[in-house]
């Protein structure tokens, strides 16, 4: 193999329609380095097969579902005769083995971690069957792999594994090299690999952009596309910012602070695999597959500017944790921090005081943060105070950590509008900076920062130059 190949991601929307199937392709087909590709399940079926097993279903409900889930993904194959004989069989052969997967929870009325990534991972597994039929029934030599049994290693943390990326690259590069020296292209599962126990173990929601990272890794390709309906990322949302602007070039710093700060572009961790490779990761968008997209690479440290990007998550609470002890907040906060790690609730930022430590975490988890908190083991915690309505707004750029007062200008701009500002992180990267606002302020303040750093962009009454002056 002289030129090096490709991975290319394809997300939930892309392998959900026949014309979807034309355009991926044509993609294939414009660059045949392109010969592994990563595929989610099809659009909704992540989210069904999360709500069928959030509680116990009657045998009847779950025959519902599985014809559902059969005539979607049949719907999808090619017409008969296409040679899509084996692909209804492996597809009605995936049905049945969820099925009773499905009936076993409901028996037992009891699920395991380890049994919701197994059921989860259903939804590539068929999708991944359809797509490579469709590639097929277009004239491309395609075939379906499931990540878990060609060697997609992982640790045993269910529902948010990682990857081990030696040992994947020792397992799965060698298979993959195979197919796609016999000129074939391998379409592979995406969202989860086989755990140290021989387990299905899932990446999280949105994992497959990095399965097709640590794929990438694997097989020592330069380039990982992740491909979608929309393109890169932007200067912010332009559903709030509608003078937002596409960006070419983000850093792996960048683009991980803004992803894990609520740019739903790419998975937050799909940048460590192409930084342990230093390979580029590049987002394309299928409706305009000549677009250069955002590519974010080893070489595209930018620190020129201040400000890249802001981005915003919604939906979060403050935890206030009082406690007037001494040398109460060194301990605490360890403490603290280890609690709510251990029960599961994510912690977006942290902020200390003397008499007080301060958590943001998603608005669903506060009951479950406040009844950790209040009993910490060890420690005597006064009062636990929630604030509700509360949002993390973003900014980054790799300029950042080196420029004076950008931060400053931010929280002047915001206060300008009247906008109180409630937590602030700042220096914690050197490449992103975070704070809050109650929710209610959240497009303001984000609007508000964004034309801090690109008014050119915000041609306004007070951008029009008068001709008089
Ligand atoms: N299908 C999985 C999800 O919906 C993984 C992915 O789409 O990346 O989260
Ligand atoms: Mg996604």
């Known amino acids: 193999m002289d030129e090096a190949l490709k991975v290319a991601k394809f997300g939930g929307t892309l392998v959900s329609r026949p014309e979807m199937y034309d355009r991926m392709a044509k993609v294939l087909r414009a660059d045949p380095t392109r010969r592994f590709v990563v595929v989610s399940a099809v659009a909704g079926v992540t989210d069904s097969l999360v709500t069928t097993i959030a509680k116990p ?58 049994t919701r990534d197994f059921v989860l991972s259903f939804g590539e597994r068929i999708s991944a069957q359809v797509v490579a039929a469709n590639l097929r029934a277009r004239g491309i030599d395609a075939w379906p792999h499931e990540a878990d049994l060609i060697g997609l290693m992982t640790d045993d943390n269910y529902g948010n594994a990682t990857a081990l990326l030696p040992e994947t690259r020792e397992h799965l590069a060698p298979f993959l090299r195979r197919q796609a020296d016999a000129g074939r292209v391998s379409v592979v599962t995406g969202f989860f690999g086989l755990s140290p126990e021989g387990k299905t173990a899932t990446f999280g929601r949105g994992g497959s952009d990095y399965s097709a990272a640590v794929i990438g ?32 070039l983000l850093s792996y710093d960048e683009a991980a602070e803004l992803s ?21 990761i590049v987002l394309r968008n299928i409706f305009r597959p000549d677009d250069v997209g955002t590519r974010i690479g080893p070489d595209t440290v930018d620190r020129s500017g201040d400000v890249k990007s802001v981005s915003y998550v919604r939906e979060l609470a403050t935890l206030k944790v009082f406690a007037s002890g001494d040398g109460f907040k060194e301990g605490l906060l360890a403490h603290a921090a280890t609690a709510l790690s251990n029960g599961g609730v994510n912690v977006y930022s942290a902020a200390t005081s003397q008499t007080c430590i301060a958590f943001l975490v998603e608005a ?12 910490i083991p060890g420690t005597v915690v006064d009062r636990v105070e929630v604030m509700p309505h509360a949002s993390l707004i973003c900014f980054v750029g790799e300029g950042l950590g080196y420029a004076h007062g950008v931060a400053a200008r931010v929280f002047r701009a915001v206060a300008e509008l009247g906008i109180n500002v409630q937590l602030i992180s700042a220096g914690a990267s050197m490449v992103a900076y975070h704070f809050t606002v109650d929710t209610k302020d959240l497009e303001r303040a984000v609007q508000a ?21």
């Open 57 to 114: 279903r009657e045998e009847k409900e779950i025959d519902l579902y599985l014809g559902e889930i059969r005539r979607k993904h049949l719907g999808l194959l090619p017409p008969a005769g296409d040679g899509v004989d084996g692909t209804v069989a492996a597809v009605e052969a995936l049905c049945t083995k969820l099925e009773r997967l499905l009936y076993g929870v409901a028996y037992t009325e009891e699920i395991t971690p380890r």
């Open 449 to 469: 920062v964004h034309r801090e750093f690109f008014p050119h962009r915000h041609a306004g009454p007070q951008a029009v130059v008068s001709p008089n002056t």
């Open 364 to 375: 669903d988890q506060v009951g479950r943060a406040k009844k950790l908190l209040t009993r």
């Open 260 to 280: 894990y700060f609520g740019a739903k572009v790419l998975h937050p961790r799909a940048v460590q695999p192409a930084r342990a490779g230093s390979a580029s």
């Open 217 to 248: 890794h694997a097989l020592e390709l330069p380039v990982v596309e992740v491909w979608k309906d929309v393109g890169g990322f932007m200067s912010a949302d332009p559903k709030i910012v509608p003078e937002a602007f596409p960006l070419s």
